[in-house]
């Protein structure tokens, strides 16, 4: 195995199997840069690609920080309708970008079937539009994801309180006005970003209002062309 990679048993939570899942040693992480939508790359290994934890046994899948952080409900809902079809596929060792692009398929699969909210949607459909950016060849499905994740944070936007896990009104707002600036949605991108740049609030994150004003006038050159 690669030597910035270790794995390690855990249970899965859902069917009770332990199984290995691989992780990628911290000291293997250097990042090379980071784009204006957060996604990061890096010199060496990507952690990324090892993010998406898959349970071979029964087709569970999850971000390693929230695998084991499941309901008895869900368990349940996924036992009934992901089990019977799963047929078996195992994501340890070393990982390809495709490798990881199904991994994080799969998370999607299992966040549809328990009902996620749209911020852990947009969180999965975010990652998998940065995977097609390092593929290099593939930018309209990176673009199909960028406009998924993009519809997520709007109804993150819309219907769940702040913070939504991690995320801040702040950062989702951003997220909306750069995604929309991606999509080529240049009048809806500057909505977004003047209301983040004239919010009192946003002025207590300094990086983020930065970013936010290279962005807005980047976008507002576009719409001048
Ligand atoms: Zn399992």
Redesign the pocket.
Known sequence: MNEFLYSKEIE?P??L?K?SVTKVKSRGCKVQKRDSDFCVHYETINPLFYDAWV?K??G?AAQSDKFSNISYKECDVLKEKLMPKWKGRSFEGERTIDDALEAFKLILISHQIRGVNASELAKVCMRIAWLYRFKGNEEEKELEFVEYALKFYSQTYETESFPADKLDENTCTYMIAELNFRAGNYEESVKWFSRLIGSAEARKNPVLMETARDQFQLVKEKLKK
């Open positions: 899965c859902v069917c199997h199984i349970c046994h029964c569970y």
